[in-house]
């Protein structure tokens, strides 16, 4: 009743009805995965630098309708950051402004449920421009991959301690880890771990 309310009230705060396919219902076959690459952890003061998603769609990953776009920062990035994600300043000279490259990742989304990895930074970060633009954050529902996981693990040990790291995670799974760290690439494994979950009680 609660999120019926908000979501209500969301969308009342919409400054452009050209948006309003986000508020939607969303498909029930199909959900998009993605990942951002971002200046630092910090949703006030930190900026985007790419986003990655891709749709999955009765369990299978749509490679050929990925997305993935760069955004050019406000400040020069700083080289902590840059150990992390390689994307250098000069990589991002020609990069979109982060508005086109949030038109381009509203229109590849539309209406579905998302899914993410610690999805809750991920989508503070788009809100954080969100907001500003269109008065609203993400309507989309949201599903964190973590706490499938942890409540699969659960069931089997309930008085264990569950390691959420990323790669702990995909090495439980029996999943290949992508050596290049970015945005598409982690969307990428981050659903070959929904789709395992997904499907797989005996995890």
Known sequence: MLKTFFKRLNRKRLKDEQY??????????????????????NPKTDE?????????????????????????????????????????????QNALDVQKALEAFLAFIGSRTLVGYYIEFDASMINKYL???????????????????????????????????????????????FGKHDALNDAIMTAMMYIKLHNNDKI
């Open 48 to 92: 985007i630098l790419s986003i990655g998603a891709l749709i999955v769609k009765e369990n299978k990953i749509l490679m050929s309708q990925k997305f993935e776009c760069f955004i050019k920062p406000t400040k020069l990035i700083n080289e902590e950051s840059i150990k992390i994600h390689q994307l250098r300043n000069i990589d991002l």
């Open 131 to 177: 907001q500003p633009w269109l008065g609203i954050r993400l309507p989309n529902p949201q599903i964190e991959l973590s706490g499938i996981y942890h409540d699969k693990k659960m069931k089997r040990i309930p008085d264990g301690v569950i390691d959420l790291r990323f790669d702990v995670m995909m090495k439980d799974l029996d999943l290949p880890i």
């Open 20 to 41: 309003a396919f986000l508020f939607e219902e969303p498909p029930l076959d199909e959900v998009v995965v993605f990942d951002t690459e971002t200046t630092g952890l």
